[in-house]
């Protein structure tokens, strides 16, 4: 007889098991993940997952321990949260991962090792003066901005400077709030929060949880097609890629006159992403999902913006300086992050272990450590805390180490 109190023991499952609920096929309702050898029913959390749907179901019938790591800043509170959806562990004869990934059973253990060694050494704290900092030069330019015109005029140059300034303004506070966004900053979620929403909202007009939306997925799963959406304009406007322009190729498929999109990238891909696709389609995400706190946020940007510039231009200066300053912001912006990211390894999801996931696509390397404390110096794509360049020597050492143990050169030299 079972004694009063004694919890019930808990299901055992192999992979096989595991690797049918992925959302897909004969169990299509079913969405199951692996955490440190617990097994895990999201088949309706994923719906309410404060990180989006899609990022958590991306690992839908996989092992999930380091991306979970990797993305949340108070872990113990959300494996709290998580025990209602706790539904049984790993049998006693399976693996702590996949089957498929036993082969770097090895690299695994030693990035997990690396990643300890990483946090215990401090490399993974911030430097809150250098955000405050960043926070101010980009206050400053904005103002810088608005006085150029107001003392000197709207004529060419004065309006021009002001439309330079505006658009560094914009580029600088896209790198901030990823920071920000990431929980990178502060120790508590909601003041990251908070001042992820008062730069990306007040202060580029954007919503918080379009960028948490799409951004989060692409460290997920960095250039697997069809989850990573930054490399989302294949196969309708480019062929990125061996093995999908291979696949399209053989299929017969064409979108686009590919052996010359050399030539059009500079036409629909940096001066157009941001003022004629993002600058209608976060309105749209914001409406559509009900983000309404995010859309005021959004608000107070162009109400700022259209009560501080009218009076000195007009409706048709105003609107021409608005256009030209999402011009220069998309230009940066899409030169400095595509390029990191067309030119590498894109493919569909093989399932591969996160380290090598992440260190394979553009320069991750900080995110496969800890998404919470982003520590990559000089990545293209990001920003640079003010320590970062104070601990690359030593996290480019242990990152060194790792990878010759792995004896891959093409992630060696990345490092």
Sequence with gaps: MEERGAEPEQRRFTWEEIAQRTGRGPAADERWLVIDRKVYDISRFHRRHPGGSRVISHYAGQDATDPFIAFHLDKTLVKKYMSPLLIGELA???????????????????????RATVEKMGLLKPNRTFFLLHLCHILALDVAAWLTIWYFGSSTVPFLFSALLLGTVQAQAGWLQ???????????SKWNHWVHKFVIGHLKGAPASWWNHLHFQHHAKPNCFRKDPDVNMHP???ALGKKLSVELGEQKKKFMPYNH?????FIIGPPALVPLYFQWYIFYFVVQRKQWV??????????????TYLPLLGVKGILGLHLLVRFIESNWFVWITQMNHIPMHIDYDKNVDWFSTQVRAPLQRAVSLNEGRCITPKRADHSSDGNREENISSLSSLCEVTCAKKGDAEVGWRL
């Design 92 to 114: 006693p004869d399976q693996p702590s991962f996949e089957p498929s990934k036993n082969v770097k059973k090895k690299l695994v253990e030693d990035f997990r090792e690396l």
């Design 178 to 188: 990823h920071d920000f966004g990431h929980l990178s900053v502060f120790s508590e």
């Design 236 to 238: 309708l406007f480019f």
């Design 261 to 265: 999109q050399h030539k059009y990238f």
């Design 294 to 307: 995010d859309l005021a946020w959004m608000l107070t940007f162009y109400i700022r913006f259209f009560l």
